[in-house]
């Protein structure tokens, strides 16, 4: 890796440089001068191509990804430590300590307005369109006697692939995809597993007995990890349940942060439904990675408006 080759500190010091060449703009320069937080700088070796992906950004929305990163945007906490307010209490559900993260991820009323779910959503949609073109794709020129139903209500065992294919559609031809949204949802069928969950993107062929599951957050950077187990440790039962009727399961989680940051270890995950190319993945990572971006920014820009409308 980068690592061994060069070291983890001109690594470091590699991103810095990247970041700050992006604008010769005195005002970005004073956001890094003033930057608080460098986690960002210590994760695999992705990042490097994340920050230079970030560079193609409208100015405006670059200018956003740096205070995000640099924990210096204008949020409640930071005019408090900038003596420019007295209070760091959040303007909507009045949290005692507003931070960006609390903003952009978990301020009660923005849950409850479906701020937040609008920007899973958005990200959600693109993911499953990916999955159903390659599906469309794989069966071009082999479409009789094959559909597939998708409803707009959409690393357990890798071993249900079998060696000869080359993804999870060769297997059978009747795939059904569901998705859940904000606005709509569906039901798992009761031949499958009894159960009210319902996972973001829900994949079944009763044809050859397989379910593939995958769930998508979209949290501050720095709580993907802990979302990714929260989601694995959730969804326990439910696999358990449908493997108890004789299915075979495939349970993936996908990471987008709220900043935009994709990792090509997420990109994984569409190995299995023959997404290998590499090209291909980094165009897919990069529409993943605006979309978040776009939709945190319009989120923090209606921090202050007690109505909620999308746009």
């Not at 420019?84 to 300590?97: D, G, I, K, S, W």
């Amino acid at each position: 890796g980068i690592y061994a080759e060069f070291g983890k500190q001109w690594y470091q010091r590699r991103v810095r440089g990247v970041v700050q060449n992006l604008s010769d703009d005195e005002k970005i320069a004073e956001i890094l001068k003033r930057g608080q937080h460098h986690s960002w700088t210590t994760h695999d070796e992705c990042d490097l191509q994340w920050v230079e992906m970030m560079q193609s950004q409208p100015s405006d929305l670059l200018s956003f990804w740096l205070r995000c990163v640099r924990d210096t945007l204008p949020d409640p906490a930071n005019m408090v430590r900038w003596g420019y307010r007295e209070h760091e209490n959040c303007p909507l559900c009045n949290f005692p300590l507003c931070r960006s993260d609390h903003i952009l991820c978990t301020c009660k009323i923005a849950l409850d307005q479906g701020r937040i779910s609008w920007r899973h959503d958005t990200v959600l949609a693109i993911i499953t369109q990916v999955i159903i073109d390659s599906l469309v794709n794989q069966r071009r020129g082999h479409a009789e006697g094959c559909h597939a139903v998708v409803s707009q209500s959409l690393d357990h065992d890798l071993s249900v692939i079998e060696e000869n294919t080359n993804c999870i559609w060769n297997m059978a031809k009747d795939w059904i995809i569901l998705m859940d949204t904000w606005q709509s949802n569906y039901r798992i069928p009761s031949e499958i597993a009894v159960s009210w969950e319902r996972p973001d993107i829900f994949i079944y062929s009763q044809e050859a007995k397989v379910v593939c599951i995958i769930e998508l957050t979209c949290p501050f950077e720095e709580r993907r990890v802990y979302w990714k187990k929260k989601k694995t440790e959730k969804y326990r039962e439910l696999l358990e349940s449908i493997e108890r009727n004789d299915y075979k399961t495939h349970f993936s989680t996908i990471e987008v942060g709220a900043t935009g940051f994709v990792s090509r270890s997420t990109m994984m995950v569409f190995d299995i439904f023959g997404v290998t190319e590499f090209g291909e993945k980094e165009r897919i990572r990069r529409e993943l990675a605006k979309a978040a971006i776009e939709c945190s920014h319009y989120i923090w820009g209606q921090r202050a408006n007690k109505e909620w409308k999308q746009p």
